[in-house]
Each structure stands twice: as C-alpha cells, then as structure tokens.
C-alpha cells in the first residue's frame, strides 16, 4: 500500500511559479502511474497532468498545457509538477494520486491519494 504526502502550495502572484511536491512516505512509486489533480471550491475535481513512472511519459490537460511540467525523481521516490505562468484559474487544492493499472484521467479510477495541499494565486 503507498501512502502519499504532498506539499509546497502557497499563496503565489498571477504570473509567478511554483513547484509541489508528492512523496511516498510508505511504498515506492516506481510501478505507479501519478496524477496531478485539482479541486477548486464549489467544482470537481480535475485532472492536471499525470506521469507513468516507469517510462517517463506524461499527459497533460489543456488547461496547464505548456505551464506546467511533471517530473519524477526514483531516488526520492517523489513527483513534482512545476507550475510556470499562473493564473488566478489555477486556484486549488491540488491532490496527487497513484494509480497501479495504468492510464488515466478519471480520479475514481485512482487507487491512492494524498492529502492535498492549497495554492492560491492572487491577480
């Protein structure tokens, strides 16, 4: 079983970066497809962008298409997503999810989730 802790959200301008973090502090990554998901108060929950550990191949949603980036480290046993040019849209609690069987968008097809963390971005 893989728990998972996210962290680094904040309070960021419209236009500035920033980088989360999501670690497994029990289990390892490395046979997991990760998601990046979003929730913005009074919506769903979205997906953002997701990596196949493994491989290395990431999808993205067109939302955060060409501003966001995902990344792996093995010998953190952690994934980041990279959040260049925000906007005030991207406001969200951010979850990061495992999932063992492969490809997804859908976060009810997700076997794992972390707590979520907040990034708030102001105009």
């Known amino acids: 079983q893989v728990q998972l802790v996210e962290s680094g959200g904040g309070l960021v301008q419209a236009g500035g970066s920033l980088r989360l973090s999501c670690a497994a502090s029990?289990?390892?990554?490395?046979?997991?497809?990760m998601g990046w998901f979003r929730q913005a108060p009074g919506k769903e929950r979205e997906f953002v962008a997701a990596i196949a550990w493994s491989i290395g191949i990431t999808d993205y949603a067109d939302s955060v298409k060409g501003r966001f980036t995902i990344s792996r480290d093995n010998a953190k046993n952690t994934v980041y997503p990279q959040m260049n040019s925000l906007k005030p849209e991207d406001t969200a609690v951010y979850y990061c999810a495992a999932r063992g069987r492969g490809y997804s968008r859908r976060p009810d097809e997700y076997d794992y989730w972390g707590q979520g963390t907040q990034l708030t971005v102001s105009s």
């Open positions: 029990r289990g390892t990554l490395s046979t997991y497809f």
